[in-house]
């Protein structure tokens, strides 16, 4: 990026002047060096110019992995723009840049956070509007963040700091999107029409799941319908036009199977020849051989291996895999996804396991050897609970001694100082490095982290402040904290942009503009004195 931001003001500035003379002394009072300083910060002007740059940047990423898989992404979930706003300045800040760092939209908090009929399970009831409004609404907010950083950097210009160099080679918060789109929201078209809001907000990267639309499940709980391959296909292909006709050219299509957990199908597909997409699927479908005479009324049969065979049907019309197809389906779906135009994919898996992980990617691999996966590093797995049994059977395996640990009770906080619980907690931390070399994961999100981090920052606060500390729990745990941290909303006024629009009035109306961030403003509280800031955390340490 470097030098991008001096390109845009000299484009900017030399178009302006050229306006001026055309249009004459009645724009007098527009200043070209403002209008292309303001443009300058705003070097985003649609969501499709995100979507666009976005793109691109996942495609080098996916390449850059395919050489080296130490070089994998990775993403939180954020169910709201300052979420992610505020998650994009502390990459920033403690990272120093954003590279191989993406934003997650996940339908399961749409549902439960951003919904008009209020908190709901993630089945695809939320308005479907919610989910490019929430794509539109992160970028707006890091839009912002651009405009807010780069406003004081032209500041500190103007007062003759030399920071010509950061604004040459700004980094914007502006990174890639993987957004949800569930099970596409009803047909083909359907898909499509949504699809296309999306990347008209600024989606770069479209995830879909190959469960039925009306009876779509959270991909961690009972009761998944999972779909033909050719109606996940058309879908498939849904996306793919929407990118085009976009001109999204790089577009990421992430192609999720949950036929791990799935064991029912809504439709039996059409087999037209022996072996195709349609035979293979019905191939996995439990059937009983009987007798034409045994047939029942209304009875749906298929031949199968020369033989008559009648599918296992519930009482609500679906139905049931055979038991122990659900590996051998999803490297199925992931195959032949990845062979009619997915880019990556997603296995929802019941446990984090790198070897159960990578069994399935082996398997694709030798068909697909490019193929790699988005993956969940989800929040409704015990992880604690998860990478101790792990450890558990390791440490079986190798002779040690267990009798000191109770194999039903490996959660218990008496563990927590023990080599068990060491090594489990090592595996943890380097869950995504080992997934990503030896089960070919090239990007690890959370989903629902922001969920979670809120319920427990909420908790430990009400918990102080409505007890005898008051006002103590509230400065102690949270503004000495973000003064300390240099955390970026202390000064939730700058933060909201009312800095960035007193110098927008100056622009407007010059010495007649009235402005906020004079002597009577309290946000110069927060402007402490750099040797008492350092003396303060010396103290605190």
């Keep these: 990026m470097k030098n991008l931001q001096k390109t845009n003001y000299s484009s900017a500035l030399q178009t302006v002047r050229t306006l001026k003379e055309k249009y004459g002394e009645s724009w007098n009072a527009i200043h070209p060096e403002s209008v292309a300083r303001m443009a300058t910060q705003n070097r985003f002007k649609t969501g499709l110019d995100i979507a666009i740059y976005t793109a691109a940047i996942m ?78 609404e992160i970028y707006d907010f890091l839009r912002q963040a651009d405009a807010i950083e780069l406003n004081d950097l032209f500041k500190r210009l103007e007062r003759g700091e030399d920071v010509q160099d950061q604004i040459d080679n700004f980094e914007t918060h502006v990174v890639p999107i ?3 789109i569930d099970a596409g929201f ?18 770069c990267a479209i995830q879909i799941e190959n469960q039925v639309s009306d009876a779509k499940q959270c991909g961690h709980q009972d009761g998944k319908v999972t779909v033909p391959h050719e109606d996940f296909i058309a879908k498939l292909n849904a996306i793919r036009y929407a990118f085009l006709e976009l001109g999204v050219e790089d577009g990421i ?25 349609a035979s293979q699927y019905l191939a996995f479908v439990e059937a009983e051989e ?43 779906d992931c195959i032949t996804s ?14 984090p396991n790198v070897k159960q992980i990578a069994h399935m990617v082996n398997r694709i691999k030798e068909v697909v050897p490019s193929a790699k996966l988005v993956y969940n590093n989800s929040p409704s797995f015990n992880w604690t609970l ?56 090239f990007h690890h999100l959370i989903t629902l982290p922001t969920y979670h981090t809120t319920a427990l920052h909420m908790n430990e606060l009400t918990k102080g402040y409505f007890s005898e500390e008051g006002m103590l729990a509230y400065v102690k745990g949270v503004q000495r904290q973000e003064i300390r941290n240099k955390v970026s909303c202390v000064k939730h006024q700058r933060m909201a942009g009312s800095d960035l629009g007193d ?31 350092k003396r303060e955390l010396v103290t605190d340490k």
């Design 178 to 180: 993987i957004a949800d």
């Design 386 to 441: 998860n990478f101790r049994n792990q450890v558990y059977e390791e440490m079986l395996a190798e002779g040690e001694n267990m009798t000191a640990y109770d194999r039903n009770n490996l959660m218990d906080s008496h563990y927590d100082a023990t080599e068990l619980c060491y090594r489990a907690d090592e595996k943890i931390k380097t869950f995504q490095t080992d997934s990503a070399r030896d089960a070919g994961i």
């Design 59 to 136: 495609r080098k990423d996916m390449a850059a992995y395919d050489a080296d898989s130490s070089k994998f992404t990775q993403s939180l979930g954020c169910w709201h723009g300052f979420v992610a706003q505020q998650k994009m300045i502390a990459i920033k800040k403690h990272h120093k840049t954003t590279s191989k760092k993406y934003l997650y939209l996940s339908g399961w908090m749409v549902a439960a956070l951003r919904s008009e009929f209020g908190p709901l399970p993630d089945q695809s009831m939320h308005e479907k509007t919610a989910v490019p409004s929430l794509i539109s």
């Design 290 to 332: 009987i007798d034409v005479k045994e047939a029942r009324q209304d009875d749906v049969l298929l031949k199968r291996d020369g033989k008559l065979v009648r599918p296992l049907r519930l009482a609500n019309g679906l139905y049931k895999f055979k038991e122990g197809s659900n590996i051998d389906r999803v490297v199925l």
């Design 503 to 533: 110098d927008h009035k100056s622009f407007f109306a010059g010495d007649k503009a009235i402005k906020a961030g004079g002597e009577k403003n309290t946000s110069n509280q927060f402007e402490i004195d750099k040797k008492l800031e």
């Design 338 to 351: 990845l062979q009619n135009g997915a880019d990556l994919l997603w296995i929802e898996t019941p446990t």
């Design 186 to 203: 009803g047909n083909e078209e359907a898909t499509y029409l949504l699809t296309k809001k999306m990347i008209q907000a600024g989606a």
């Design 253 to 277: 299509i992430v192609a999720r199977t949950d036929s791990e957990g799935a064991g029912l199908t809504q439709k039996l597909p059409v087999s037209l020849e022996p072996g195709d997409l």
